[in-house]
């Protein structure tokens, strides 16, 4: 489903259908076998105003988290949107809770880093991007599959930046010595002082492990939580998202909608700046 700019409110309302119909059982509609799948097929793409149908344009892969695809891509995205960067929000965890309670799932890493593989490939077989700079916007513990797929044999050299929004810090790291990931593509690392499965300690480390071959950019929120994108359905829900790396614990969740546009300009300047570095 490919949306322009201006059609942004078509396009939720879209998706906020197709939820409704998944809820209601009768489910998201997949393509047959005997259909092509294309990049399309594969979340919610939104293009740039004015991006020329015959001219590749940069392309930034926004990975949800535990909720699915929800409201928080839509601030990042209208800005890196007018950056003139196209941005596919796709759900990556496989969880189609979209906000309303997420559940806690047990992921198979392999199953999901093959969802990001089968997107960063599709991609790659797509005119629109064909030979253009990638960037990978994680939510959460989607950092884990951005992080692996920012060094994969395939398609890690086309990945020219990486954003992880409160990524779980700790756990993170951990992978990152364990599996020796070593990126080469610019990185910035975002949490809140407030959020106590980013403690600001632990993301010193990992801005430390990952700038042993990366340039880092480590952003801490002074009084912000985990998930201050993430907005309330109604002004007296209580929203808790799963924590990174701890099973059967929950966080809450506190919005702040001043620091979510600080936070929007800022990825939306740093992936305008690093795809700009690599466009041929």
């Known amino acids: 489903m490919a949306i322009r700019r201006k059609g942004r409110s078509l396009g939720r309302a879209i998706w906020l259908g197709v939820l409704l119909n998944a809820i209601g059982g009768v489910g998201l509609a997949t393509p047959s076998e005997s259909e092509a799948v294309g990049l399309d097929d594969m979340g919610i793409l939104w293009l740039p105003d004015g991006a020329a149908h015959s001219a590749p344009t940069p ?33 990556l965890l496989g969880n189609f809770a979209d906000g309303l309670g997420a559940m806690p799932v047990v992921e198979d890493h392999a199953e999901v880093q093959a969802r990001l593989t089968t997107v960063l490939g599709l991609a790659a077989q797509d005119p629109r991007f064909a030979n253009v700079p990638i960037g990978l916007l994680a939510f959460g513990a989607s950092g884990q599959a951005a992080l692996r797929a920012a060094v994969g044999q395939v398609h890690g050299g086309r990945i020219a930046g990486v954003a992880l929004l409160y990524p779980g810090c700790a756990p993170l790291a951990a992978t990152v010595g364990s599996e020796g990931i070593r990126p080469r593509a610019p990185i910035l690392l975002m949490h809140g002082d407030a959020d106590p499965s980013n403690r600001p300690t632990e993301c010193s480390a990992l801005a430390g492990h990952l700038g042993r071959s990366a340039p880092v950019r480590r952003r801490e929120i002074a009084g912000a939580g985990y998930a201050w994108d993430l907005a309330p359905h109604g002004p007296h829900e209580r929203v808790k998202l799963p924590w990174s790396g701890r099973p059967g614990l929950m966080l809450a969740v506190v919005h702040w909608p001043e620091v979510v546009e600080l936070a929007a300009t800022e990825v939306a300047t740093f992936f305008a700046a690093s795809l700009a570095a690599r466009r041929p």
């Open 59 to 91: 392309l930034v892969i926004a990975l949800q988290d535990a909720t699915g695809i929800d409201s928080r891509g839509w601030h990042y995205g209208d800005q890196v949107t007018a950056a003139g960067i196209a941005v596919l929000h796709v759900e």
